[in-house]
């Protein structure tokens, strides 16, 4: 299985920018769709973007798009997820998770068979 540990979160203002990085180990990216949620103090779990194998397609919700980018480094088995034009309504905490089903959809994150540890952004206004 794989292991995955999430970095780069952190304080930032509105308008600024944060890089997330996703590190895997254990076996190869190459073999994971993966994507990043988030989830912010009393709410539910969101999908944010979501990256194929190959990173030849790519998801984002809505409320990111245009500001978010996913992409990926099979084979330094890295994920990030550069996040620009940061609001106060992107604080939550962070998870990238991975998983064997070649469908990328905006989901619930039930698919998603491993998961980060979490970091946590937070952005004030």
């Known amino acids: 299985q794989v292991q995955l540990v999430e970095s780069g979160g952190g304080l930032a203002q509105a308008g600024d920018s944060l890089q997330l990085a996703c590190v895997a180990s254990?076996?190869?990216?190459?073999?994971?769709?993966m994507a990043w949620f988030r989830q912010a103090p009393g709410k539910a779990r969101e999908f944010v973007a979501g990256?194929?194998?190959?990173?030849?397609?790519?998801l984002y919700t809505d409320s990111v798009k245009g500001r978010f980018t996913i992409s990926r480094d099979n084979g330094n088995n890295i994920v990030i997820l550069q996040m620009n034009s940061l609001k106060p309504e992107d604080t939550a905490d962070y998870y990238c998770?991975?998983?064997?089903?070649?469908?990328?959809?905006?989901?619930?994150?039930?698919?998603?068979?491993?998961w980060g540890q979490g970091t946590q952004v937070s952005v004030s206004s």
């Open positions: 990256i194929s194998r190959e990173a030849l397609s790519k």
């Open positions: 254990g076996r190869p990216l190459s073999s994971y769709a």
């Open positions: 998770a991975a998983t064997t089903s070649y469908s990328l959809r905006i989901s619930t994150g039930d698919e998603y068979d491993y």
